[in-house]
């Protein structure tokens, strides 16, 4: 049974749409980390949420995490084409383990 | 600072061959942890190291090991490969244990293949 379960698992838009993706679970988490993995890359940290409700904007990307801790939301304005990737939420569950969901991909056409 | 670096970037072996893959952390960075991620489950915790001490492990079978040196380097070693094994094997640093809401910095990854 998968933590933490993002949707959809795959988006194409067209560069400048809007897009929204979704991390959710059932479990209350003290933090939700997201991530951005490009091919042959790992993954980089984008931000940190920690309080319920928070919202936080890094550039065109904004992240929310939900009022109950249990889901977040990354939301992208005017997308552009180096916005593809995969975009991983993760939270760190009993004894310090950091559990990722499957991840978003997003691929955004010129 | 360099970033963190794991060598070999990419690995062909065959079933029951065993493989072992390296991870350099950023410096000063003391604990290591390592991934497996596959297009079918994600990425999946397999075990943190600190101070060359296990403190942590995944739900992995004993196949899959690793150590820490006393410079932080870390490896980890699979035995008896198996096709499943096959994915993109990361590693990841931090300056302390298992910290809450502390970046972890991912290597590139080391993409394995069983064939």
């Known amino acids: 049974t998968q933590l933490l379960e993002q949707s959809p698992q795959f988006l194409s838009i067209q560069e400048g749409e809007n897009l929204t993706v979704y991390c959710n679970s059932s479990?209350?988490?003290?933090?939700l980390q997201w991530y951005r993995q490009e091919p042959g890359e790992g993954p980089v940290l984008l931000v940190t949420?920690?309080?319920?409700?928070e919202v936080k904007k890094l550039k065109r990307l904004t992240f929310q995490f939900g009022d109950a801790r249990k889901d977040s939301s990354l939301h992208i304005t005017a997308a552009q084409p180096g916005d593809t990737g995969l975009y991983l939420c993760a939270a760190h569950y009993g004894n310090n383990r950091l559990a990722f969901g499957k991840g978003n991909q997003v691929v955004v056409i010129p | 600072k360099a970033g963190v670096t794991q060598t070999p970037r990419y690995l062909i072996k065959t079933r029951g061959q065993q493989v072992t893959l390296s991870c350099s952390p950023i410096?000063?960075?003391?604990?290591v942890s390592w991934y497996q991620q596959t297009p079918g489950q994600g990425l999946q915790f397999l075990f943190e190291?600190?101070?060359?001490?296990?403190?942590n492990k995944g739900n992995f079978p004993g196949r899959f090991s690793g150590r820490q040196f006393s410079n932080s380097r870390s490896e980890m070693n699979v035995s008896t490969l198996e096709l499943g094994d096959s994915a993109l094997y990361l590693c990841?640093?931090?300056?302390?244990?298992?910290?809450?809401?502390?970046?972890?910095?991912f290597g590139p990854g080391t993409r394995l293949l069983v064939l």
């Open positions: 410096s000063g960075h003391r604990s």
């Open positions: 190291y600190f101070s060359e001490t296990q403190r």
């Open positions: 949420v920690v309080t319920g409700g």
């Open positions: 990841a640093s931090t300056p302390r244990q298992g910290a809450y809401q502390e970046t972890q910095y």
């Open positions: 479990s209350v988490f003290s933090s």
